[in-house]
């Protein structure tokens, strides 16, 4: 079987409504409704328990929902399995392969699982930057080779909608930066991404659209720009590396500054003109500071904002 | 169901193998490694000696033409004690576990005996023994032998029950032949078994699993490739197993058709067994746990190290509900006493539980998340 794209002309590939998935008493998802456009990269934003991978693997067909209806590329995915993953790549959560096999094997073997006699084994292990280790073993990669890998596996059937659950949870920023280095690729070429994180700057950085979710239901849903624009009209001044006097300063001004760090203090400002005042105010104290930031709100931030609870563990802190 | 998927992952499980020494090495090295062991203990069952000291009292041309006698029997090593030693001491000295001690009166009474026809005219041998040793009792039950056949040649008549011996297989066959099917049973099982508990267990808790569920490889793709795996690793180290046996030992084995047979079984049976124990446990340390659970009673309990015959009553009705017992006694019908009828009964004993167990573990075996 050759393998390549069936493209179907339909504005979006997957359609989700009213999913809802309980696990005894514990409801994971409750009755989220969101589609996914062609060549677009969706993401699922949200801490872990949220229901990502839960919502994720319904659509990937390992799951089966409690109640509603889930489409993939035209096709009930409790009906159509088989049909389906012919047709997706998917990264699993916490992806791992067979110890003792060679990144090159590895490749040739989920291609015929595919039965697929033109993967371009060569090209997948260049779009993963993995040719200096393609005779490596499974077991002797790092965590982003063997992430990288794994999305290169979800490609060797040239699928048509590609999932990748978490694929930088557990690397360091450097193998973080690799790995979002592939999935722009993917992105450059128009692949639908749909895409699992709890990394505000991973959804910023890939995704078309962002769906917010917590506790299993979907809080906000847009372009990450549009989000931050409808959910945080504020500014964040960072103040680094400040004189112990600054803190009491900013506070008596009547705004609410926090620490970050022992040397440093945010600052939730209304209007652009605070930062004037503020920096007037320091001036005229004698107040030291080494540098300034402003910028505007983040995802994290309005995911704060819309659930009050951070994304990850020791956020609120830092952005309250 | 599709070859080209199947042979894929037959690939990667070999290749898996061959690079993970410590499953080549138990898989099969192992099992060589106890046929070397264990035929060499029992190749020279048949030529042990026993040795023990001899201390003369008497210390006369008759005395000494006993202690000749003794050595005449191939199955003594004897070495004397000087007379003057106190023999209990020094038994206890040197951890000896047998010192037979001759009178000193031992030529008169036997000259009082054999001349003069004094039936009070006798002697006792002493024996120094040390009843903690496991071999000192079938030394003293041998030398009681000797001693008997002296009091009836002395006797002067004929005896009246003469043993004689006429074996029921057509061969002669020694310990070896008989522990060699038990090795291939027991092989085949522990790899068919863990190979199953691993496959499906540990690549389950690793995720591996989940990432197929994504392919269109099916359940059935998995389960049959798997078989097919544990089935040609069986042959090989069946091979392996009857290659020493018959290089190194000689052995004297009949290899008909029966032999795949029963090989095919035991696998069908231990993977079906290792992927309902998989369903049962959850996690792969657990599911390993119970397969060792299992494995122990039937590698000890169903005649593969030493005859099912050995065991008390109760242990022997119990190994016959053991699946390994029918494989054991299948291959040995087959292999030694050519009994065709043993082996069909045996074959379809464990056939049908195979067959029973396998479908089970089909069905129990988990290839989607809840």
């Known amino acids: ?320 | 169901m599709s070859l080209r998927v199947i042979g894929a992952n037959l690939i990667v499980s070999i290749k898996s193998f061959y690079r993970e020494k410590t499953a080549v090495f138990f898989t099969l090295a192992f099992p060589v490694l106890l046929i070397l062991v264990f035929g060499t203990i029992f190749m020279n069952q048949d030529n042990v000696r026993f040795d023990f000291r001899v201390q003369d009292l008497d210390q006369t041309d008759l005395s000494a033409e006993l202690v000749k006698t003794l050595e005449l029997n191939e199955k003594f090593t004897i070495t004397m004690v000087a007379p003057a030693i106190d023999a209990a001491q020094y038994a206890k000295n040197n951890k000896l576990n047998l010192v037979v001690v001759i009178p000193k009166d031992y030529e008169r009474s036997l000259i009082g005996r054999m001349t003069h026809n004094d039936p009070n005219a006798s002697v006792t041998i002493t024996y120094i023994y040390d009843p903690s040793s496991t071999s000192v009792s079938t030394k003293m039950q041998i030398l009681n032998s000797v001693f008997a056949e002296i009091n009836q040649r002395m006797s002067g008549k004929p005896p009246f029950i003469t043993p004689a011996e006429i074996s029921i297989l057509s061969r002669d066959y020694r310990f070896i032949d008989f522990f060699v099917p038990g090795i291939i049973a027991m092989t085949v099982m522990t790899a068919s078994l863990f190979g199953a508990v691993n496959v499906n267990a540990e690549l389950r808790q690793k995720g591996v699993i989940k990432k197929l569920s994504t392919t269109p490889i099916t359940r059935t793709d998995w389960i049959l490739s798997n078989v097919l795996y544990q089935f040609l690793l069986s042959v090989i180290s069946t091979i392996s197993i009857l290659l020493v046996s018959y290089a190194v030992f000689d052995v004297s084995l009949q290899l008909n058709s029966w032999l795949p047979v029963f090989v095919v079984l035991d696998v069908f049976a231990f993977v079906g067994i290792g992927m309902i124990l998989t369903r049962v446990a959850k996690e792969a340390e657990s599911a390993a746990a119970a397969a060792n659970a299992i494995m122990f009673p039937m590698m000890f309990l169903s005649g593969t190290f030493f005859p099912v015959e050995m065991m008390p009553g109760f242990l022997q009705k119990f190994s016959r509900i053991l699946p390994l017992y029918y494989v054991n006694e299948g291959l040995r019908a087959s292999m030694i006493f050519v009994d065709n009828m043993i082996a069909l009964r045996c074959s379809v004993i464990i056939g049908v539980f195979a067959a029973v167990v396998f479908v089970l573990g089909m069905m129990t075996t988990k290839w989607e998340e809840g």
Not at chain 1, 105 to 127: A, H, K
Not at chain 1, 249 to 271: C, S, W
Not at chain 1, 292 to 308: H, I
Request: include cysteine; hydrophobic fraction near 40%; charged fraction near 25%.
């Open chain 1, 1 to 320: 079987m050759t393998c390549r794209a069936m493209t179907e002309d339909t504005e979006h590939v997957i359609h989700v409504e009213r999913l809802t998935k309980r696990y005894g008493d514990l409801l994971a998802v409750n009755d989220i409704s969101f589609t996914v456009r062609k060549g677009e990269v969706f993401a699922f934003l949200g801490p872990n328990g949220a229901g990502k991978t839960t919502t994720a693997e319904i659509i990937e067909t390992i799951r089966t929902p409690t109640s509603g209806t889930v489409s993939l590329l035209g096709m009930d995915v409790t009906k159509q399995k088989r049909n389906i993953v012919r047709r997706i790549g998917v990264l699993p959560q916490g992806f791992t392969s067979f110890d003792r096999i060679t990144v090159r094997e590895t490749i040739q073997y989920y291609s015929r699982l595919f039965n697929c006699r033109n993967t371009d084994v060569d090209g997948l292990i260049e779009l993963a930057n993995l040719r200096d280790r393609s005779k490596e073993q499974f077991t002797n990669l790092s965590g982003g080779l063997k992430q990288r890998l794994g999305i290169a596996i979800a490609l060797v059937n040239n699928p048509e909608v590609v999932f990748l659950d978490e694929p930088t949870t557990g690397l360091d920023p450097r193998a973080r930066r690799e790995v979002w280095d592939v999935l722009l690729g993917l992105k450059r070429k128009g692949k639908t991404v749909f895409l699992t994180t709890h990394y505000m700057e991973e959804a910023e950085l890939l995704a078309d659209t962002v769906a917010i979710i917590s506790k299993g239901s979907i809080v906000a849903m847009g372009s990450p720009m549009a989000l931050i624009e409808s959910n945080a009209h504020y500014l964040v001044l960072t103040l680094q590396s400040v004189h112990n006097t600054v803190f009491p300063i900013v506070q008596k001004m009547g705004f609410e500054p926090a620490h970050t760090n022992h040397k440093n203090i945010t600052v939730r400002l209304e209007h652009q003109d605070d930062v004037r005042t503020i920096l007037n105010a320091l001036k005229d104290a004698g107040a030291s500071f080494l540098s300034l930031d402003v910028r505007k709100p983040n995802l994290e931030e309005v995911f704060l904002k819309l659930t009050g609870a951070p994304l990850r563990e020791g956020l609120a802190e830092e952005v309250a």
